[in-house]
């Protein structure tokens, strides 16, 4: 029986790793194509905010912090960082993360369009 346990761990911890691997995999040429939907509003020149801030440099900064941006003060208080997960959570339905984020877009419903999205993120550096 204790096999059978350690086994079914070990799929399972298996199967985790695979599908964080899967969102960290995304195409960052599709990406770049996807993204076109946040162009409106977000920049992916350092520095250069539109009606939303520069995604420059997003992956692994701390919500909130991009200066020259005025963020509400849910997004402020937020503690988030935006690493994949994080992102990933976000980008799905922007509103159930920071429930009183300035950001007015719906999400983006397909995983394969935020891990590709999230994919091309990660090159703006």
């Known amino acids: 029986m204790n096999k059978a346990k350690f086994f079914a761990v070990a799929l399972a911890s298996a199967l985790a790793l695979t599908s964080g691997a899967a969102m960290a995999a995304g195409d960052?040429?599709?990406?770049?194509?996807?993204?076109?939907?946040?162009?409106?509003?977000?920049?992916?020149?350092?520095?250069?905010?539109?009606i939303g801030p520069s995604m420059f440099g997003i992956v692994?900064?701390?919500?909130?912090?991009?200066?020259?941006?005025?963020?509400?003060?849910?997004?402020?208080?937020?503690?988030?960082?935006?690493?994949?997960?994080?992102?990933?959570?976000?980008?799905k339905k922007p509103k159930t993360l920071v429930k009183k984020t300035k950001m007015s877009f719906a999400g983006l419903k397909k995983d394969s369009q935020r891990a590709d999205v999230i994919a091309y993120l990660n090159t703006l550096k």
Do not use: I
């Open 28 to 50: 960052a040429g599709k990406g770049k194509k996807v993204f076109n939907k946040c162009k409106a509003c977000h920049s992916t020149e350092a520095g250069k905010k539109k």
């Open 60 to 91: 692994g900064r701390k919500a909130g912090t991009t200066e020259g941006y005025r963020f509400s003060e849910a997004m402020k208080a937020s503690g988030l960082t935006w690493d994949e997960a994080t992102l990933d959570k976000f980008l």
